[in-house]
């Protein structure tokens, strides 16, 4: 019987953990910055709301609960708030729709055809700026190019006023929002898909599975966690999107556009209302956190 000499001891996991408790301690620095970085920030912003804070006055006066009280009857607030969800919900919603079909339509793509899936990314890699002037210029209301097709067709009369009409202002916000997003989910969903096993596929065309049936059945369960992960990342990325809906419309008109991070900004750096700017900032973070916490719990059940 052939002997296979043994070279080494092997350390299991547990063993090396043991060791080697110096590990844990270099972590140290990292956590360090992240206090400094991250956690003095918020237990500033939460003494901060509880004062009557203006920028350029020195004296600053303790009122407790008062600028909380004054968020439940803003209506500006309230305003945001819906505009927030909705910005957000439809954003996402529509761009995981556009980068699932775009995922299942080029999933078969060979060749050079691949080339089409690295081409439908690019408008996630434009920069955000970049993206509200073009479609800022696309959606003027004289000489843009939307409303200049729109009239050659004869689909409209006359032009829209797709960013100065309360109307149409959160739609383009969010055409815009979408065109730059889908890519992601694009990406997520290429490459969940490459998880689905080879052999379920070819069971189910054995059986001559319809497309659909394949697609509801077998691959879209194999989507959930990748879809549950996308989802939260771009609620967060949406939820702090300041520069596209700023350069578009400037979170008018009329506070049609103006989302949380936008009414934020306003208080802190137009009205200098430091404590009411931190007290709507804590609320946006209290959502997050919520939002997130669902989301992890649910991703959790997926797995277990």
Same mark, same amino acid.
């Given at each position: 019987?052939?002997? #296979? !000499? ?16 110096? @590990?844990?301690?270099?972590?140290? *620095? ?5 206090? #400094? ?77 691949? @080339? ?11 920069? #955000? ?67 689905? !096993? ?22 879209? *369960? ?57 007290? #709507? ?9 919520? @939002? ?13």
């Amino acid at each position: 019987m052939a002997v #296979v !000499p043994r070279f080494g001891r092997s350390r299991s996991p547990r063993r090396i953990r043991r060791g080697a408790p110096w @590990i844990d301690w270099m972590t140290i *620095p990292a956590l360090l910055v992240l206090a #400094v970085v991250i956690g003095y920030p918020i237990v500033r912003t939460v003494i901060v709301s509880f004062y009557d804070f203006p920028l350029l006055n020195p004296k600053h006066e303790y009122i407790g609960m008062g600028n909380f009280d004054h968020l439940t009857s803003d209506p500006v607030f309230w305003q945001s708030l819906r505009s927030t969800a909705v910005y957000t919900g439809v954003s996402v919603l529509a761009g995981m729709l556009i980068g699932l079909v775009l995922a299942l339509v080029t999933e078969r793509l060979q060749g050079p055809w691949r @080339i089409l899936r690295g081409a439908l990314l690019t408008p996630w890699a434009v920069p #955000v700026i970049v993206v509200a002037f073009l479609f800022r210029f696309m959606f003027e209301d004289n000489g843009g190019v939307v409303n200049a097709v729109l009239t050659r067709l004869h689909i409209v009369d006359s032009a829209v006023q797709w960013l100065t009409s309360s109307d149409w202002a959160m739609i383009s916000v969010i055409i815009a929002n979408v065109w730059s997003q889908a890519p992601f989910f694009l990406l997520v969903f290429t490459a969940a898909l490459g998880s689905v !096993p080879n052999e379920v596929i070819e069971a189910a065309r054995i059986d001559r599975a319809r497309t659909w049936s394949m697609i509801l059945l077998i691959k879209l *369960p194999y989507l959930r966690s990748a879809a549950l992960v996308g989802a939260l990342l771009m609620i967060i990325q949406n939820f702090n999107n300041f520069p596209l809906i700023w350069a578009m419309t400037e979170g008018g008109p009329a506070y049609s556009t103006t989302t949380l991070v936008i009414y934020v900004y306003r208080l802190a750096f137009t009205s200098f209302d430091l404590g009411y700017a931190s007290a #709507v900032g804590l609320v946006w973070l209290v959502l997050l956190l919520a @939002i997130a916490t669902l989301f992890i719990r649910v991703l959790r059940g997926e797995r277990t």
